[in-house]
């Protein structure tokens, strides 16, 4: 069964060794656990549902407190702290486009507010209700998840919106094909969320971001459907995919998605390598992306998040010995770990990875083997359960990503961290910050970054401080240094603040222009990519 108050399933869970222990301890001090609030005493606080009784509208407690938070810092404090949001007055589970446009109707005749509602996992807070007179309707596709069509000439699937990861690629795979998309939320997350926020997968280099992958759907809107063809190619004036991709349920409500998909590849390995320095490795991964090598997936971690994942990996006695080897080969303090997939025909695969090792090893780089990649691959959904593990340690952990034209990778990355640093300070709290580039472009790279903390005592208020300084000052750094609001997250209502500096006085008239022209009275998902829909209640 699902966490109500954490991430994934409760049957799953991520243990931390002595080792790892050992090394909180020396970096933060001692954790601070914090009591978690009943899920009983939340649901007795939401007051009565505003919305009429509907055969397709759920208004119990039970239904509605999911649907009114995602997986954000922000969401997890109120969860384990007790401190209740508004919440939605119904959740609809349709399971037809005639059903949502019966929804729309209904949400246009009573100005209603409507949230779409996937996965639940959004870490920008689009799933934030407004507190304002107006009721609130979530419309939750979960029952929209089948794979509806399989054009095998074309390589196009068509999916309901509501379709997880785990069910797309089982549908798909019994056909012989894959998407290719794996969010590290993939466990949850669904192909109409990944549209909606501009996701992006582990393994893009290979099979694109979901704006290459997406080729077409159908958008129910409070002024009638938009229909998105499928077309190889076109020069039909600006192409109506776009502003359907990013917009975080503004415009309507997306229905079905129609992807491009691949064969299942005949071979798929992940290899690791060590570099010695970040300047050597930097260089190196800049000149592999720029090669364009048929490669699936490079994931290059920093020093400290090298460091942080081998003490986390437990097995002192072997990684001891690895240290032992790579520091013979030059690999010392300040070394680099590298993640690199290849995902093709046998023959392919072979040349790809051989070219690949050949011009790394210009650079210093120590080939280790596919044992540490095999490891990467069985865990790779599973690194947001070590939040669960940290909190009941006593810490807390969040993530903020961007991307950046190659110039200012290092020195924005290094900027992320030192930001994290001197927003805790006056708190007097140490962080623990780390980064790793997850996704590479011949122009730039994203950048991850992680931070580690204490938990402050006290409950909600006094952590909410903490990490809206955090993402305060983190935000002001990637704006200084020229970096996107979000490479892969979305804006929703964490980032739209920051999102003007990015895209000037007419692009953000421009987006608004769009949100009245498909939803007049502004029912949809306010406060999301727009600071609109007020007002709000931390």
């Not at 590849?265 to 991964?285: G, I, Y």
Request: with cysteine.
């Amino acid at each position: 069964m699902r966490r109500w108050n954490g991430w994934g399933d409760d049957a799953t869970s991520m243990d931390l060794g002595t080792g790892a222990r050992a090394m909180l301890a020396e970096r933060l001090g001692p954790g601070c656990p914090q009591p978690d609030a009943p899920l009983a005493g939340l649901l007795a606080r939401i007051p009565p549902s505003r919305l009429p009784a509907h055969p397709l509208i759920e208004r119990s407690a039970e239904a509605r407190l999911p649907a009114a938070w995602g997986e954000s810092y922000a969401d997890w404090i109120r969860k384990r702290c007790g401190h209740l949001p508004p919440v939605p007055d119904g959740v609809a589970r349709p399971t037809s486009r005639e059903e949502v446009r019966e929804l729309l109707a209904l949400a246009q005749a009573g100005r209603w507010v409507v949230i779409p509602l996937g996965g639940g996992t959004s870490v920008a807070g689009h799933l934030d209700c407004p507190a304002g007179e107006r009721p609130i309707l979530s419309i939750h596709l979960g029952r929209m998840n089948q794979l509806l069509h399989l054009d095998g000439a074309s390589q196009l699937a068509t999916f309901g919106a509501g379709t997880p990861g785990p069910m797309v690629e089982a549908q798909l795979r019994a056909q012989g094909y894959t998407l290719g998309h794996f969010p590290q939320s993939f466990e949850y997350s669904t192909v109409g969320g990944w549209v909606v926020t501009r996701s992006s997968g582990q393994q893009s280099l290979r099979y694109g971001r979901i704006e290459q992958l997406f080729a077409g759907g159908q958008l129910e809107t409070p002024v009638g459907p938009l229909a998105l063809p499928t077309l190889p190619a076109a020069s039909a004036g600006p192409d109506l995919r776009e502003i359907v991709l990013g917009s975080e349920g503004r415009l309507g409500v997306l229905t079905e998605a129609t992807v491009r998909v691949s064969p299942l590849p005949a071979h798929e390995s992940f290899h690791a390598l060590f570099l010695p320095s970040w300047d050597a490795a930097e260089a190196a991964v800049r000149a592999l992306v720029q090669l364009r090598l048929p490669l699936s997936m490079l994931r290059l971690s920093n020093a400290v998040e090298t460091d942080t994942n081998l003490r986390l990996a437990g097995h002192e006695k072997t990684i001891a010995l690895l240290e032992k080897y790579l520091a013979w080969r030059g690999c010392r303090a300040g070394k680099c770990l590298l993640l690199l997939g290849v995902s093709a025909d046998a023959t392919t695969a072979r040349h790809a990875l051989r070219a690949a090792r050949r011009l790394l090893s210009r650079h210093g780089a120590v080939y280790i083997g596919a044992a540490m990649g095999r490891k990467w691959a069985a865990n790779r959904f599973k690194g947001p359960y070590l939040r669960n593990t940290l909190w009941d340690l006593g810490y807390s952990v969040d993530t903020i990503e961007t991307a950046v034209d190659w110039p200012q990778v290092r020195p924005l990355m290094q900027a992320m961290e030192q930001a994290a640093r001197d927003a805790f300070a006056p708190f007097g709290t140490p962080v623990h910050a780390f980064s790793h580039l997850s996704h590479l472009y011949p122009q730039g790279s994203s950048i991850y970054a992680q931070y580690v903390w204490p938990t402050a005592p006290g409950g909600f208020a006094p952590n909410f401080a903490r990490w809206q300084a955090l993402k305060t000052a983190v935000a002001a750094q990637i704006a200084a240094h020229g970096g996107t609001v979000s490479h892969q997250h979305g804006v929703g209502r964490d980032h739209a603040a920051h999102l003007a500096q990015e895209k000037g006085a007419l692009g953000m008239a421009t987006l608004a222009a769009l949100c009245r022209q498909f939803d007049p009275q502004g029912i949809m998902n306010p406060g999301k990519l727009l600071q609109d829909g007020g007002p709000w209640q931390e």
